[in-house]
T-cell receptor, first 108, second 115 residues
């Protein structure tokens, strides 16, 4: 069963913040976050492996709440290059299920 | 080194025809995955190889779909008697060893159009 992402789409001005949520009805062993630009392959952002784990890369970070079976991706001070569709993937025994994606548009 | 490559980049075929899609993973990666992505959707898992064997083929939609990886490197996804509903972008990904902690690296995909 695929995870559920919210919101489906968000439009930001450069410099604004955004949060993308990912939730699953099944126990999560790991959560993977990817960004895909139109016509391109998904690009890996980060993996979260433990409950409560938080990871960050520059101004993009994520948290993983194992008990709530949720993960959130935080984008701060967004840049134009952040535009794209963000997918969370939840893995159970190498069987990766992706959410439907959140389309993020950053405008000048 | 080179990333994951897929050929062809685009394939247009007629309903009922047979197609083969090729994936060349990152050298040394033992795990290989096939996904299908429809417009506006996330990648949909099809099959996972560990080495030469299909460790999980639970995502293949029906018996028209088959995939092989005979030497543990290049993989071919084969679709028989194609239907219009098979039209999608087929993505391949590879990872070093498979497993929960492993990053999957995606190829550019093959856009399949069935007329």
């Amino acid at each position: 069963q695929q995870p559920v992402q919210s919101p489906q789409a968000v439009i930001l001005r450069e410099g604004e913040d955004a949060v993308i949520n990912c939730s699953s009805s099944k126990a999560l062993y790991s959560v993977h976050w990817y960004r895909q630009k139109h016509g391109e392959a998904p690009v890996f952002l980060m993996i979260l492996l433990k409950g409560g784990e938080q990871k960050g890369h520059e101004k993009i970070s994520a948290s993983f709440n194992e008990k709530k079976q949720q993960s959130s991706l935080y984008l701060t001070a967004s840049q134009l290059s952040y535009s794209g569709t963000y997918f969370c993937g939840t893995e159970n025994n190498n069987d990766m299920r992706f959410g439907a994606g959140t389309r993020l548009t950053v405008k000048p | 080194g080179a990333g994951v490559s897929q050929t062809p980049s685009n394939k247009v075929t007629e309903k009922g025809k047979y197609v083969e899609l090729r994936c060349d993973p990152i050298s040394g990666h033992t795990a290989l995955y096939w996904y299908r992505q429809s417009l506006g959707q996330g990648p949909e898992f099809l099959i996972y190889f560990q080495g030469t064997g299909a460790a999980d083929d639970s995502g293949l939609p029906n018996d028209r779909f088959f995939a092989v990886r005979p030497e543990g490197s290049v993989s071919t996804l084969k679709i028989q008697r194609t239907e219009r509903g098979d039209s999608a972008v087929y993505l391949c990904a590879s990872s070093l060893a498979g497993g929960t902690a492993d990053t999957q690296y995606f190829g550019p995909g093959t856009r399949l159009t069935v007329l």
